[in-house]
């Protein structure tokens, strides 16, 4: 069972939901068949792309415009050398390849997603109301959203968690699997990157940073109706981030008590990754300082060392907890502390950290649980 892509920022799940309690907006399911069959093509080139990525590269920015086609990747609408674009959502995923790029460089020490100078390939206007945006390997592609669920996919945070798939595919010998608890921290490491990135550009501590994923993607919620649409994910308050009629409601768990046991959604990565999420986003508030660098900062470091360090595609959360208390080492004089405090929010979502902790709540074909 090797499951290595992610399929898109709005799990499958998620859109598949909406679908069903909106059939006659047939942009919903649209949007589903359009990634099944992109990912059928990509899945194709992944190793020419590898393989051509070898040679150093100068991390430029290329945006194209897919004009509402289907065809990857478009037409050229803003390389790294060209002036600004009249159209405003290619000007701003511009600004957004540059400021994650930026923030790699800066914070990280790394060049580009794979730390060789990768180009940053951005696709926008994928698709007609296309309710999604993902990173295939070679392109960040975004679609404009239907205006009636999607407000939009150009959101910073949006761009920061689907490239920080690609930064998860080289940094990790072998990437992590996307599947089960692994593929649950897969997508918990990418949230914490969007939260990272995003905290960093508006310059927030952590006490004032919203740590909710996606917020700003959905339309306002309709008139009269009581729904709550803050956005996809709330690491702080996993479970929360929405709850409508039209959507249905946020699943994530905060706990490992509550930790979902499914086949769907490859394991439930975007659900249990709530759980990880909340490990991170406890250890930030915990941190004492007054800006960006103390708090989201010092942690942005520990788990992108954390990330680094793990030995094999398949960590389980504990692993993850025992690999960020290792990392604190790098912050001499504060060690001690900063380990209490990574086993402080551990201990609130029920991880247990150490190095040889096996992940046994990921199903498997025998396990009979729904399929
Ligand atoms: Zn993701």
């Known amino acids: 069972m090797f499951h290595r892509n992610h399929h898109g920022f709005v799990p499958s799940g998620v859109l598949l939901e909406m679908a069903a309690r909106n059939p006659d907006q047939l942009a919903l399911t649209r949007t589903l068949f359009n990634t099944q069959q992109l990912w059928t093509k990509s899945a194709a080139r992944n190793g020419q792309v590898f393989r051509f990525l070898q040679n150093a590269g100068t991390a430029e920015r290329m945006m194209y415009d897919a004009k509402n086609g289907t065809s990857l990747p478009g037409t050229r609408a803003r390389f790294e050398s060209d002036k600004p674009a009249s159209d405003l959502v290619i000007n701003d995923c511009f600004d957004f390849l540059g400021i994650i790029r930026e923030f790699h460089l800066k914070i990280h020490g790394r060049n580009s997603i794979d ?16 309710n999604n945006a993902y990173w295939n390997s070679e392109y960040m592609v975004t679609g404009d959203g239907d205006k009636v669920n999607f407000l939009t996919f150009n959101l910073l945070n949006v761009w920061a968690h689907e490239l920080a798939h690609g930064v998860t595919e080289y940094a990790v010998p072998g990437g992590i699997d996307y599947y089960g608890q692994p593929g649950a921290s897969n997508e918990s490491f990418s949230d914490i990157t969007g939260a990272n990135v995003e905290s960093w550009h508006l310059n927030l501590k952590a006490k004032d940073y919203h740590c909710t994923v996606g917020k700003g993607l959905w339309a306002p919620v309709a008139a009269g109706s009581k729904g709550i649409r803050r956005g996809l994910r709330d690491m702080k308050n996993p479970g929360t981030a929405y709850n409508d009629p039209s959507l249905g409601k946020d699943r994530q768990p905060a706990h ?3 930790y979902i046991k499914t086949s769907s959604d490859n394991g439930g990565v975007h659900w249990n990754s709530g759980i990880m999420n909340k490990f991170y986003a406890e250890f930030c508030v915990s941190l004492v300082g007054n800006d960006w660098e103390s708090t989201m900062g010092r942690a942005a470091r520990i788990f992108y060392a954390a990330r680094a360090s793990l030995q094999s595609s398949r ?23 900063l380990r209490a405090k990574v086993a402080a929010a ?4 029920g991880i247990k950290p150490g190095q040889k902790v096996v992940d046994d709540l990921t199903p498997v074909a025998d ?4 399929v």
């Open 256 to 258: 490992m008590d509550q």
């Open 315 to 337: 960590p389980s959360f504990g692993q993850i907890a025992y690999w960020a208390s290792e990392a604190c080492a790098m912050f001499p004089g504060e060690e001690a502390d």
């Open 367 to 370: 396990d009979g649980v729904e």
């Open 115 to 130: 730390a060789n100078g990768m180009a940053l390939k951005g696709v926008a206007h994928f698709d007609r109301d296309y």
């Open 346 to 349: 551990a201990a609130l979502v």
